[in-house]
């Protein structure tokens, strides 16, 4: 079973506008939210990340939305630039006992952003 | 600035080899894992380790086993290669309460 869904395989956005990736999960028990940006042929580096405490987290032109009662968060990059096309993943930890814990990845979108 | 290294970034090998692909990190981290990167799954976690000597499965462990003799090193051992092994695989590391650092990964390509 699915916990970190990204729905969309792919979007693209002209160069200037917003672009929204959306992540769903259904583990209630995910306090802590993570999106990680990957180029073709390296590995994913991280973006940016969100408590459950929050309902947004702000980084330049990065910001995180978390709607817990939904178990919905969005990633808004605001203006869109052609250096965006990646893929996004979107990440929750889960315990994995011995006090660590392992990211639960989705699928991935495929952001292309058009000059 | 973190340095996960994976020893090859293109790997071609034959069914039935054995195969391993090792991972190097600099930061001390406890924590290492190995994931594969398929078109349309994601990423999936293959093993990881948060101790020396020590391993835990992740989702898709079979046919595949791993090392961790010394902190820095992890590795990753396809026992008897297969075609469906063909991927994309990632290591990552992290410290306990920090995002996880991947390596660029190695495609390996299995005929």
């Known amino acids: 079973d699915q916990q970190v869904k990204q729905n969309s395989p792919s979007l693209s956005v002209q160069e200037g506008r917003i672009s929204i990736l959306n992540c769903d999960y259904t583990n209630s028990m995910f306090d802590y939210f993570l999106w990680y940006k990957k180029y073709p042929a390296e590995g994913p580096t991280f973006l940016i990340s969100i408590s459950s405490i929050k309902d947004k987290n702000e980084d330049g032109r990065f910001t995180v939305f978390l709607n817990k009662s939904a178990k919905h968060l969005s990633l808004h990059i605001v203006p869109s630039q052609p250096g965006d096309s990646a893929v996004y993943f979107c990440?929750?930890?889960?315990?994995?006992?011995?006090?660590?814990?392992?990211?639960?990845f989705g699928k991935g979108t495929k952001l292309s952003v058009i000059p | 600035d973190v340095k996960v290294t994976q020893s090859s970034r293109y790997l071609v090998k034959r069914t039935g080899e054995k195969v391993f692909l090792e991972c190097v990190q600099d930061m001390d981290h406890e924590n290492m894992f190995w994931y594969r990167q398929d078109p349309g799954l994601g990423l999936r976690l293959i093993y990881f380790?948060?101790?020396?000597?020590?391993?835990e499965k992740g989702d898709i462990p079979e046919g595949y086993s791993v090392s961790r003799e010394k902190k820095e090193r992890f590795s990753l051992i396809l026992e008897s290669a297969s075609t469906n092994q063909t991927s994309m695989y990632l290591c990552?590391?992290?410290?306990?309460?920090?995002?996880?650092?991947f390596g660029d990964g190695t495609r390996l390509s299995i005929l």
């Open positions: 990440a929750a930890p889960t315990d994995s006992g011995a006090g660590s814990y392992q990211l639960t």
């Open positions: 990552a590391s992290r410290s306990a309460y920090q995002p996880q650092h």
């Open positions: 380790s948060y101790d020396v000597k020590m391993k």
